[in-house]
């Protein structure tokens, strides 16, 4: 448990959100590719680990800018992925 935590500390989620009856952890990073993908994956399993929350924790990506094929990874892997419009 304490590992996990270190790890946890290490690693650096952006953000934990509560909607309803969901956790979202929240990956925030401008034309997020694979890397982004990745980081969310670990960060979220990490965060069920080490907080054994009571209600689904999803990932979620906030990003800038669209890439189809990162769009498509996130929809089939369950990951919520939210584009921010430039100004």
Do not use: C, F, W
Not at 34 to 63: C, D, F, H, W
């Amino acid at each position: 448990e304490q590992k996990i935590n270190m790890v946890l500390t290490k690693k650096r989620i952006d953000a934990v959100g509560h909607r309803g009856e969901a956790i979202d952890v929240i990956e925030v990073k401008p034309s997020a590719g694979a890397s982004a993908l990745g980081q969310i994956i670990a960060y979220v399993e990490l965060y069920r680990l080490e907080k054994t929350p009571q209600k689904p924790v999803n990932g979620m990506i906030i990003t800038d800018e669209e890439i189809p094929d990162i769009k498509m990874l996130a929809d089939k892997l369950g990951i919520i992925y939210v584009v921010l419009g430039k100004e």
